[in-house]
């Protein structure tokens, strides 16, 4: 459970049904909570722990511990913990393309990858018009096959998650082709964007702006050629109560990594698709990034700060997500 020997976060499952940990802002919101569903820690010794990804054939959740230059994979009939990767260049973001395999965006070497189902690793974007990308962050793939990431300078600002470089390109937003593999920004005009993902018929691309005062989610109108409109606030947060990475579920509804300001704000907040807060899940710890796994993507996986955690809800996440 801790393979590091790093100091674990403190720690006390609940022994009763439902989940207190559903705290609901909306009476909607308990709808969500499944009755014999409880929040479980499945590892901890991380330093910061990102971008979670479900791999149902193998019942395994793979996530990056950015600090300890690794991605950890934790194995769902075992309960094993193991690295999957180390050295992992700093990788931050994690998916899964429509054919399976794993996408990863990396720090150190300023590129987003593939891993290829034999293992080999295929460099889909580390330029742009012929200079070095930033430091990509999270990344989304779309049904046809067109992958979307985020690129802000974190990765280069210091020694702790990269290595300290100047940014050769402005922060941008970045689509590359599924066919032709052609990087095309998309937008440069949000500060320090960060976490992202599609709604579920993929016609609203919602973005975290991470350096926006305070953080806050925008969204945008996907056109057919990918052409990014209509840009609108859809959900703002207040100081120290911030949105990270988030994933979308069927309905809509956007389960957002949160907290920062201090314990009360540190969990999962969810919102409709309009902005309309429902409720959070809370943890012990700041969560960095969700996703949805098992076997019908029903079971909420949470990267919070030095630990992972899940618990299985009344929603199901989109495919792709």
Same mark, same amino acid.
């Given at each position: 459970?801790?393979p590091?020997?790093?100091?674990?976060?403190?720690?006390?499952?609940?022994?009763?049904y439902?989940?207190?940990?559903?705290?609901?802002?909306d009476?909607?919101?308990?709808?969500?909570?499944?009755?014999?569903?409880?929040?479980?820690?499945?590892?901890g010794?991380?330093?910061?722990?990102?971008?979670?990804?479900?791999?149902?054939?193998?019942?395994?959740?793979?996530?990056?511990?950015?600090?300890?230059?690794?991605?950890?994979r934790?194995?769902?009939?075992?309960?094993?913990?193991?690295a999957?990767?180390?050295?992992?260049n700093?990788?931050?973001?994690?998916t899964?393309?429509?054919?399976?395999?794993?996408?990863t965006?990396?720090? *150190?070497?300023?590129?987003?990858?593939?891993?290829?189902?034999?293992?080999?690793?295929?460099?889909?974007?580390?330029?742009?018009?012929?200079?070095r990308?930033?430091s990509?962050?999270?990344?989304?793939?779309?049904?046809?096959?067109?992958?979307?990431?985020?690129?802000p300078?974190f990765?280069? *600002?210091?020694?702790?998650?990269?290595?300290?470089?100047?940014?050769? *390109?402005?922060?941008?937003?970045? $689509?590359i082709?599924?066919?032709?593999?052609?990087?095309?920004?998309?937008?440069?005009?949000?500060?320090?964007?960060?976490?992202?993902?599609?709604?579920?018929?993929?016609?609203?691309?919602?973005?975290?702006?991470?350096?926006?005062?305070?953080?806050?989610?925008?969204g945008?109108?996907?056109?057919?050629?990918?052409?990014?409109?209509?840009?609108?606030?859809v959900?703002?947060?207040?100081a120290?109560? !911030?949105?990270?990475?988030?994933?979308?579920?069927?309905?809509?509804?956007?389960?957002?990594?949160?907290?920062m300001?201090?314990?009360?704000?540190?969990?999962? $907040?969810?919102? !409709?698709?309009?902005?309309?807060?429902l409720?959070?899940?809370?943890?012990?710890?700041?969560?960095?990034?969700?996703?949805?796994g098992? $076997?019908?993507?029903?079971?909420?996986?949470?990267?919070?700060?030095?630990?992972?955690?899940?618990?299985?809800?009344?929603?199901?996440?989109?495919?792709?997500?």
């Amino acid at each position: 459970m801790n393979p590091t020997g790093l100091n674990e976060t403190p720690w006390e499952p609940s022994q009763r049904y439902p989940e207190p940990r559903f705290r609901a802002f909306d009476p909607a919101f308990l709808r969500f909570r499944a009755m014999n569903g409880t929040v479980e820690k499945l590892a901890g010794g991380c330093r910061w722990a990102e971008g979670p990804v479900w791999f149902g054939d193998q019942r395994a959740l793979y996530w990056s511990d950015i600090p300890n230059d690794r991605i950890l994979r934790w194995d769902e009939v075992t309960g094993q913990v193991a690295a999957f990767r180390q050295s992992s260049n700093y990788a931050n973001g994690n998916t899964r393309d429509r054919q399976g395999r794993l996408v990863t965006c990396e720090h *150190l070497t300023r590129r987003v990858t593939r891993t290829e189902h034999d293992g080999a690793i295929t460099v889909l974007a580390d330029r742009y018009d012929g200079k070095r990308l930033n430091s990509p962050n999270d990344v989304v793939v779309k049904s046809d096959g067109s992958i979307w990431f985020t690129d802000p300078p974190f990765g280069i *600002l210091g020694y702790i998650e990269g290595e300290k470089a100047e940014p050769e *390109l402005s922060q941008g937003v970045y $689509r590359i082709d599924g066919q032709s593999g052609a990087v095309t920004l998309v937008t440069d005009e949000l500060a320090g964007p960060n976490g992202l993902a599609f709604s579920p018929d993929e016609r609203i691309l919602y973005i975290v702006e991470s350096r926006a005062e305070p953080r806050r989610i925008v969204g945008y109108d996907v056109g057919e050629d990918g052409r990014l409109s209509n840009r609108r606030t859809v959900v703002q947060g207040a100081a120290g109560d !911030t949105p990270d990475g988030f994933r979308v579920d069927t309905e809509g509804n956007l389960w957002c990594g949160w907290g920062m300001g201090g314990a009360e704000f540190d969990g999962v $907040r969810v919102f !409709t698709a309009e902005g309309r807060p429902l409720g959070q899940i809370d943890l012990p710890e700041r969560c960095a990034n969700i996703c949805f796994g098992g $076997r019908h993507r029903n079971r909420l996986f949470m990267a919070a700060s030095r630990s992972l955690y899940s618990v299985y809800v009344n929603a199901q996440g989109v495919a792709g997500g």
